[in-house]
């Protein structure tokens, strides 16, 4: 017997109602997360994706000029991903490179598993970030990989060229985009700051020439280098492409290199590489830092080594952690609360051993340990000041926290702090004779000094007058070499260097671009 014959015809039309609803909910339940931490954002589309804009004195294109083509990202299935390496397959979206020198660099990883795994297993501290940073923008997730190339995941890395952190920024690069340098942090370096300033970089170069593979290029060689060789190729009727340009040999692999390390994450078991497994969780939370504290009872409180606590921390190049300048720190997921929990239980105690001090006149070191009242090989290795150099007056130096200096550093000192050095010069005493017509200002300059040292020198007015054959006291660098005749500047390519100054490799040209 039908069970539903006995119901009323109105109460069997809301039960069916009831079962269509709840059947549409279920559906609706099985949609992909929006979260941050799981979605994926559409390719980034905006009208300067297709009318790029070049600075002054680079390139000058009418819109359309340049192809703009996104790779469509890769459904998102029903499940977040689990593992890091999936999410960003699942963010692809650039364009593929297929050449001769992309199969080069594929062979070259798939053959060093050693060094693969290396750089995948230090990249697992910092790739979540990245990857949330870029899905954030909607960026292609395939600049998450760009740090294996610059620096093979090294925050720590330094070229010949003088670029420094994972995202290799040049000194004047990173502080046009806000990276502070001074003797107690490095923002280079910086796990978030370098990353921040790292994708707003290449946004702007996407933004200037509208196509990912040029604003790669750009960021190797530099967008003026870009531009004017885009101009060059317009200009014989070539097309505009990264392909096509003529470029140094280190910017021709570098798109290459990128493309062969995003097929092997795509498809690691096509090259027998194996990858770590990465989960899609956060390595590090931000703690923040309201006292000055030493870099070790950091690191203790966490119950971290301390080399673990330098690599989400590397832009710190002191024993000691500035609130006023650094007020927070990245520490291990699980180890926060630990660092936090101490923290408190330590209560008011002090956390630092090190302050900063200012040198008031330029002195020996020395001079300034004993200002201080510490040992002078202490200061120096903390200060690292080389032997026969002078601290030049206004620069900061790291000292003990002891009766007047235990005080936390300011945050003007924290931010603006430099330390200048400056060759120790000895100096000995020798004799000179005035000629006829020479006051104390001819003779002075005769022998490179000042009028006002000469007369001191030798006790005399320095408007008192000479007489021919008059012996006076000079003071000159017992190393000086005699002044010979000037030489002729050597010129290269037409700008003036310096004659016999070594020629920049090909890779410190490149880094110097940026």
Known sequence: MNPFKRLPARSLKLGLALCVALWLTACANLAPATSPSTAVAEPVASTSATAPVAEPGTSHFAQGDLPVSLKPRASLGLLPPQDIWERIR???????????????????????????LRMTERSRRYLFHIVGELERRNMPTELALLPFIESAFNPE?????????????????????????????????????????????????????????????????????????????????????????????ETRYYVPKLQAVKNIVAQPEAYNVQLPLIRNHPYFKSVAIERDIDVAI?????????ADFKALNPSMSRPVILAAGTPQVLLPWDNADTFERNLREHGRQPLATWTAWVAPRTMKAEEAAQSVDMPADLLRAANGIPAKMLVKAGSTLLVHRKGALDKDVTEHMADNAQLALAPEVVLKRVLVTARKGDNLAILAARHGVTAANMASWNSINVVSALKPGQSLAVFVPSQAARPGPKAAPARHRGKVVAKNSPAKSSSARQKSKR
């Open 90 to 116: 699942r963010g692809f979206a650039m364009p593929d490179l297929d050449n001769e020198l992309v199969r080069d660099r594929e062979q070259w990883y798939a053959t060093r598993p050693d060094y693969m």
């Open 157 to 249: 890395a330094v070229s010949s060229a003088k670029a420094a952190g994972m995202w290799q920024f040049m000194p004047a690069t990173g502080k046009y985009f806000d990276l502070k340098q001074n003797m107690f942090r490095d923002e280079r370096r910086d796990v978030l700051e370098s990353t921040r300033a790292a994708l707003d970089y290449l946004q702007k170069l996407y933004d200037m020439f509208g196509d990912w593979h040029l604003a790669l290029a750009a960021y190797n060689w530099g967008e003026g280098s870009v531009g004017k060789a885009l101009a060059r190729n317009k200009a014989l009727g070539k097309a505009l492409t990264y392909s096509d340009l003529n470029m140094p040999n």
């Open 298 to 306: 950091a690191a203790k409180f966490a119950d971290v080594s301390l």
